[in-house]
């Protein structure tokens, strides 16, 4: 296993860039000329603190090669706003795409930063007339501002959540008719049951995102994969993984390698189906 530094407790994700995008993405880079299948998705792709996240361990299985395109944090505004990202999804054989959370992207309320989807910009004229005297320059991040909406008035936030359902149907539709090739919706908890509600008391990821959500833009994608991790792998919880003393919260809330493990297994026979392999 190959660290950081040595003794650090945190692995080498090897960043890699594709094209001329900005984006950073965990490596080794792939080469794009040989046929390659793509991984889009946010941090339970990339595979924060698991040595071998779920698109290495499908590459290990089936032989094909496989690019992995998730981004820690990611909405899906970074995936449409990267041309040279979206040429890198339009040149594979089969893309899964990873069901993001409905919260980080702009909408008709709030803009998000165009890289970092988390990031909190700043509030339409809208959302500040439906929350007057909430001083939004005081927000850095999207999950915090809308705690501190649902807080002062769940009434208003519902109108806020709407919102965010109807820009993530109208976003998924958007991001599936720019591939040419087979996609894959990817439904995958992000936080394992049993550990909890998190503390900002929005629910649970990908945040906002109903199975009437998944319905609506099902036959837009070549297959659905709603993924459950089995109990057994869902024991197991962050054995495996790579982190320092400080990260061991923010592990504890990610798929572990073991649920990796059964994505891989089922996400590999799903892909040999479509490739004929």
């Known amino acids: 296993m190959i660290f950081d530094n040595p003794g650090s407790g945190s692995l080498a994700y090897s960043p890699c860039r594709y094209g001329n995008s900005k984006l950073e993405f965990r490596g080794p880079r792939r080469p794009l000329e040989q046929p390659y299948c793509a991984a889009v998705g946010g941090t339970e792709t990339y595979g924060k603190f698991v040595p071998k996240p ?103 936030f519902e109108i806020v959540v709407a919102e965010l359902q109807m820009a993530w149907q109208a976003r998924m539709r958007k991001l599936a008719g720019r591939v040419p090739g087979d996609k894959i919706l990817l439904w995958l908890p992000g936080r394992p049951p049993g550990y909890g509600q998190p503390c900002d008391g929005l629910g649970e990821d990908p945040l906002f995102v109903t199975q009437h959500m998944l319905d609506t833009v099902r036959s837009y994608f070549t297959r659905v994969v709603e993924f459950e991790p089995s109990p057994e792998a869902l024991a197991r919880g962050a054995e495996g993984m790579v982190h320092g003393e400080a990260d061991e919260a923010a592990a504890a809330s990610l798929p572990g390698p073991a649920v990796h493990e059964e994505l891989a297994e089922v996400l590999s026979g799903t892909l040999r189906e479509l490739l004929a392999i």
């Open 54 to 156: 779920y698109p290495a361990l499908i590459e290990e299985a089936t032989g094909l090669q496989m690019v992995n395109l998730g981004c820690i944090n990611a909405g899906l505004d970074v995936f449409l706003n990267d041309a040279s990202l979206m040429d890198v999804v339009a040149g594979a054989q089969v893309t899964i795409f990873q069901a993001l959370g409905a919260h980080n992207m702009s909408n008709r309320f709030y803009v998000v930063h165009p890289r970092r989807n988390d990031r909190f910009l700043r509030a339409s004229a809208m959302l500040k007339a439906l929350y007057p005297g909430v001083d939004f320059t005081e927000f850095h991040f999207t999950r915090h501002m809308l705690s501190v909406l649902k807080q002062k008035s769940p009434s208003s």
